[in-house]
Antibody
Framework: QVQLQESGPGLVKTSETLSLTCSVS??????????WSWIRRPPGKGLEWIGN???????DYNPSLKSRVTISVDTSKNQFSLTLRSVTAADTAVYYC?????????????WGQGTLVTASS | QSGLTQSPSTSGTPGQRVTISCSGS????????VNWYQQLPGTAPKLLIY???QRPSGVPDRFSGSKSGTSASLAISGLQSEDDGDYHC???????????FGGGTKLTVL
């Protein structure tokens, strides 16, 4: 059973960069079993798929966020990370990391507990 | 990015049957399968229904999904207090070239 844990600052200044890390246990980011994914939920709104990365390093991003997002993998630490540049208040959300065995972005079987990130000046 | 449409809220009493709807278009629900997630207060979402009407192992058969045309529905029968939470639908959108979620429906068990 894969376990995921998000970590990172809970407050980011607007126009700066949001960086989060997801630590993986019970599985390996090099296994190829999953697309390692990020999803977020702004307050009072629904879920939004941010993107994913495969063990090969290939990535796929939400077109609406693509210009600001980078997802990367650190195989030595068995972690994957999210970087979101030039944040605005609209990026305030609970951020989740999750596993997706399909890569399509609609089937997530394991989730982290989520971490609230507030973007404010 | 346009998403799927869900009613913001619904409610029911214990034992009752409730239905949550999710409306889309030909480019998403009309041509691709729908998944549903349950998100209980303070927790991460949990996969409830996949491929329109399939339940993952461990999900009670009180939960069922269906799809017709460009709309999908989640039905919960024998409502229980622990069903209180948010329910999200999602489907791949071929026009947007990415997955789209609904805004979520908050279910209150009275």
């Amino acid at each position: 059973q894969v376990q995921l844990q998000e970590s990172g600052p809970g407050l980011v200044k607007t126009s700066e960069t949001l960086s989060l890390t997801c630590s993986v246990s019970g599985g390996s980011v090099t296994s190829g079993d999953y697309y390692w994914s990020w999803i977020r939920r702004p307050p009072g709104k629904g879920l939004e798929w941010i993107g994913n990365i495969y063990y090969s390093g290939s990535t796929d991003y939400n077109p609406s966020l693509k210009s600001r997002v980078t997802i990367s993998v650190d195989t030595s630490k068995n972690q994957f990370s999210l970087t979101l540049r030039s944040v605005t208040a609209a990026d305030t959300a609970v951020y989740y990391c999750a596993t997706d065995p399909t890569g399509v972005g609609i089937f997530f079987d394991f989730w982290g507990q989520g971490t609230l990130v507030t973007a404010s000046s | 990015q346009s998403g799927l449409t869900q009613s913001p809220s619904t409610s029911g009493t214990p034992g009752q049957r409730v239905t949550i709807s999710c409306s889309g278009s030909n480019s998403n629900i009309g041509s691709n399968p729908v998944n549903w997630y349950q998100q209980l207060p303070g927790t991460a979402p949990k996969l409830l229904i996949y491929s329109n009407n399939q339940r993952p192992s461990g999900v009670p058969d009180r939960f069922s999904g269906s799809k017709s045309g460009t709309s999908a529905s989640l039905a919960i029968s024998g409502l229980q207090s622990e069903d209180d939470g948010d329910y999200h639908c999602v489907a791949w959108d071929g026009s947007l070239n990415g997955p789209v979620f609904g805004g979520g429906t908050k279910l209150t068990v009275l």
